[in-house]
């Protein structure tokens, strides 16, 4: 033991000697690598990207297309700082993005105007602050996105650090430090979304960056597709707008044909956007507020992913207790004052599911939510339970269906004879709580016919405008 301990101590001075240099820069300039070259070529792909190689002088922040901010760590000051607000409009943009990236002790620390920086991460690794006045000031709600890089950990060593050597150890702790802990500086901030880009290279892989480069972007680009799809809806909100308007009259009037009149309703679509979550995505009406979130454990919409049949909420008869829980209070809250009955139908992505048991379903792709103002509460209660609304109101489920996929294989042509559906339990209401209930019938029959062709044209005819507009500015940006 002591043999070793000696031999260790001895090996010190040689290892000194081999790597004089590299702990010269590191103790003397305190990093490895210069960030010069760095900059130099920063500056060189920001002239050919704006049009200006020909230009001598380095690029400024006045000269950024649109509005810019770089966040760094200043040394002296031991604060935040911001580059590219009032008064940085000479302040080079490739030296401002070599401050905020100079990841501490691999690279010298930048200077500039006699102040030393290192990457932002030090003291903000997801500044989504920094557009606070921006967000404050806007006449609309803005959204905020935040793109976040993830190294996943070596295979093994994501959740423990005993078996790590010093060195395995350090870069997990510098990652953790400058990468980790997003949720603190973003839970302040409304609306704002965080998309997550993992990929198993390391912070400081660069000498891999080139030939990985296209696998990479490749990753990126995925996750951020799969990120809006899931959290922001795959399809344009305007166009899903005009898709569950069109379902709401369709919806009042199959209710009116059960001579329940001075209905108004508004129709919405929620989406699942994790285990335990679900979001309204889209609306038929423009002041309704297409981002709350709706916990799955609430009874209604949340519920129906869960149970994968149809709730009916009757709003004056649900308790008190559920309006004023923590998780649920919002989603009460949030709903038009005059909203007497609330319909959640599961949308699954195939309509073949409505022929099978709710346990032998898949989990459903969205639900189709539509919020019933007027009537008399106990007369469309009835109605509600009524099998000439139910099959109607699932086939209308899988109509919205088809337009919040990418594929639109939601409905398909098999249909159920209706002796089967008929054979099995009526079509009474069972409390599953106070204020919602489902159906003892738990099979729907698809509708076919006059009724749904009609619904389909409909659709079509006012979308097509909107279509039309959406080939033409894409083909305008392609001639420019």
């Known amino acids: 033991m002591l043999w070793m301990m000696a031999r260790a101590y001895l090996s010190v001075p040689p290892l000194a000697i081999r790597h004089r240099r590299f702990l010269g820069d590191l103790w003397n300039a305190h990093g490895i690598h210069d960030s010069g070259p760095v900059v130099q070529w920063l500056d ?77 991460g030090v003291l903000s690794n997801l500044p989504a602050w920094v557009l606070d006045e921006l967000r404050m000031t806007s006449e609309e709600p803005l959204p905020t996105f935040g793109f976040r890089l993830v190294d996943l950990a070596v295979p093994g060593l994501q959740t423990s650090t005993q078996d790590q050597n010093f060195l395995q150890f350090a870069g997990r702790l510098v990652n953790t430090w400058l990468s980790g802990g997003k949720v603190l500086e973003t839970r302040g901030i409304d609306d704002c979304h965080v998309v997550e880009l993992k990929t198993d290279i390391s912070t400081l892989e660069f000498d891999s960056l080139a030939e990985r480069s296209r696998e990479l972007f490749d990753q990126g680009y995925k996750a951020s597709i799969e990120f809006f799809d899931r959290e922001l809806g795959p399809r344009d909100p305007e166009m899903m707008r005009i898709v569950l308007r069109i379902i709401a009259n369709f919806f009042k009037g199959t209710i009116e044909a059960r001579s329940v009149r001075g209905l108004s309703v508004r129709a919405s679509i929620v989406l699942s956007v994790g285990d335990d979550v679900a979001k309204v995505a889209y609306c038929s009406h423009s002041d309704a507020d297409d981002r709350l979130r709706i916990w799955k454990s609430s009874d209604g919409p949340g519920k129906c992913f869960a149970l994968k049949q149809p709730i009916v909420a009757l709003v004056n008869d649900i308790a008190e207790r559920a309006r004023k829980h923590p998780h649920y209070k919002f989603e009460h809250a949030l709903r038009p004052k005059n909203v007497s009955v609330v319909y959640s139908v599961p949308i699954f992505r195939n309509s073949e599911d409505w022929i099978l048991t709710p346990d032998g ?15 008399q509460n106990n007369r469309i209660d009835q109605v509600l339970h009524n099998r000439f609304v139910q099959d109607r109101l699932a086939t209308y489920a899988q109509v919205a269906g088809v337009y919040i996929t990418k594929n639109g294989k939601v409905m398909t042509s098999r249909t159920v004879e209706e002796s089967t559906l008929g054979s099995q339990l009526p079509a009474r209401p069972v409390s599953i709580s106070p204020g919602f209930w489902v159906s003892e019938r738990t099979l729907r029959q698809m509708v076919s016919g006059a009724e749904v062709t009609a619904l389909r044209e409909r659709i079509v005819a006012e979308l097509a405008p909107l279509e039309h507009a959406s080939v033409a500015g894409h083909s305008n940006g392609a001639a420019k």
């Open 44 to 120: 060189n792909s920001l002239k050919q990207k704006l049009g200006l190689a020909n230009q001598e002088d380095p690029v400024t922040f006045e000269q950024m297309p649109r509005p810019l901010l770089v966040v760094a760590t200043d040394l002296g000051a031991g604060d935040i700082a911001i580059f590219g607000g009032p008064g940085d409009e000479k302040v080079p943009v490739a030296q401002a993005v070599m401050a905020s990236a100079a990841f501490p002790f691999f690279f010298m620390p930048p200077q500039m105007q006699d102040r030393r920086f290192v990457d932002g």
């Open 361 to 375: 379903r898949k989990t459903p792709l969205g639900v189709l939510v539509l919020d019933v103002e007027g009537g």
